[in-house]
């Protein structure tokens, strides 16, 4: 068996003024249970790149909002663990950044070619939302982790959330 490749990601938890999450619906590998799955916006850290920087990129990229690095603000949780990126096994580890916006309509224009083929909706969920559903969401326990953040209560040391999966 192969080494898996490192892939850092910086993935932004972006919350309008409602307190609403922004959440994108990704197809599930076929190993998976469930068709689709929703993910915060965020991707991999290009060679060079900080995470920060990589953060600002993808918000832009994804939703069209374009924001400084000093307004992203620190790292508040990390993930990792491994899994599949296409056909490449990968040693994920997923960044993940807290921001709060008044509102914002997503403009998925300035998306890549493989991010307009492989998502195929957004939706800004409530606290209640993502406490109820029984839709695959990730990170794990998104509704709980969301409570303290939402409260303005923000770790000043990344939280570690457990990995969805090994498969």
Do not use: C, K
Request: hydrophobic letters at 45%; charged letters at 25%; proline letters at 7%.
């Amino acid at each position: 068996m192969t080494t898996p490749i490192s892939r850092p990601s910086a993935r932004i938890l972006l919350v309008d003024a409602a307190d609403r999450l922004l959440l994108f619906r990704y197809p599930a590998p076929a190993r998976w249970p469930a068709e689709h799955y929703w993910i915060t916006p965020g991707g991999g850290v290009h060679e060079g790149e900080t995470l920060v920087a990589a953060a600002v990129r993808e918000l832009r990229e994804e939703t069209g909002l374009d924001v400084t690095e000093e307004r992203m603000g620190p790292v508040v949780a990390r993930s990792s663990g491994l899994t599949w990126f296409g056909d490449v096994r990968i040693a994920a580890v997923d960044s993940f950044f807290f921001l709060r916006v008044d509102d914002h309509t997503v403009d998925a224009s300035g998306q890549e070619e493989l991010e307009r083929s492989v998502i195929s909706a957004h939706r800004w969920w409530t606290r209640d939302d993502l406490l109820t559903t029984r839709e695959t969401v990730f990170p794990l326990d998104l509704g709980i982790l969301l409570a303290d953040f939402l409260a303005g209560d923000l770790p000043a040391e990344p939280l570690l959330l457990p990995w969805p999966h090994n498969d």
